[in-house]
């Protein structure tokens, strides 16, 4: 699948990708619902049908990643909220394994990320990822989502990384597409992000479940 050869940077998005994104879809779609509908004397399926509008409306701008606005929008403490069942967070078949290989290789290693700073930290906490990586990025320092061109304009002007030299491994099509628009050309889906879902049409994109399937990486 991979000529690593060609490769010297490779970009990892994290929830959906490294870790599973189950974590993150039981916080939104059923933890934050119930909280919201106690504070608001709401009925579960209420509060959803609420939320889920809300959510809708910003999704793949900046805002539907971003903490800071979902606290001020919903009056909740999200970060409280994700320590109740950071027990959730876990690392998605094969990372482990695909981390240390290509920290034993000669590439570059950098993980990009829409995730708000506050829940990469927790995250990096809860799952020991960062000793793995030269860089971690949010997007919130750019200022631009992953969807966004202005986001890998950023990129290119911190890092000076070329794009075609790039593999980027990322679960949301979107994302993949914009990366697609930049210049890179390989480009890797995730066919199960939520191990407690059915596997993902990745249409265009080749994908793999378990990062085993991408070694060996040469040293």
């Keep these: 699948m991979i000529d690593w050869n060609t490769i010297d940077t490779v970009l990892l998005d994290m929830d959906g990708t490294l870790l599973d994104l189950h974590f993150d879809n039981q916080f939104w779609l059923e933890h934050v619902p119930v909280h919201y509908a106690r504070q608001h004397n709401l009925t579960i399926e209420a509060a959803k049908r609420y939320l889920y509008r809300r959510f809708a409306a910003r999704q793949g701008q900046l805002e539907w ?10 009056n909740l403490d999200l970060i409280t909220m994700k320590r109740e069942i950071a ?28 995730a708000h700073q506050d829940s990469l930290s927790l995250k990096l906490e809860k799952a020991s990822l960062a000793e793995y990586f030269d ?17 890998w304009q ?3 002007n ?7 030299q790039c593999l980027f ?5 979107p994302v993949l597409r914009s990366g697609l628009k930049w210049g890179i050309h ?18 265009e ?15």
């Excluded at 992000?193 to 596997?199: E, F, K, N, R, T």
């Design 65 to 74: 990643y971003c903490l800071d606005h979902w606290q001020q929008e919903l």
């Design 186 to 203: 390989n480009l890797i889906a995730i066919s199960h992000p939520d191990s407690q879902q059915g596997a993902k049409d990745t249409e």
């Design 169 to 173: 491994i990322d679960d949301s099509l």
């Design 158 to 164: 911190d890092l000076g990384i070329t794009p075609r």
């Design 135 to 151: 860089k971690l990025i949010s997007s919130h320092q750019y200022g631009f989502a992953k969807e966004h061109p202005g986001f």
């Design 87 to 114: 027990h959730l967070i876990s690392l998605r078949p094969g990372t482990k394994t695909f981390l240390q290989a290509l920290h034993a290789s000669s590439k570059q290693v950098i993980m990009i990320t829409n």
């Design 154 to 156: 950023a990129l290119q």
């Design 205 to 219: 994109f080749p994908a793999v479940n378990d990062f085993r399937e991408l070694l060996p990486i040469p040293a």
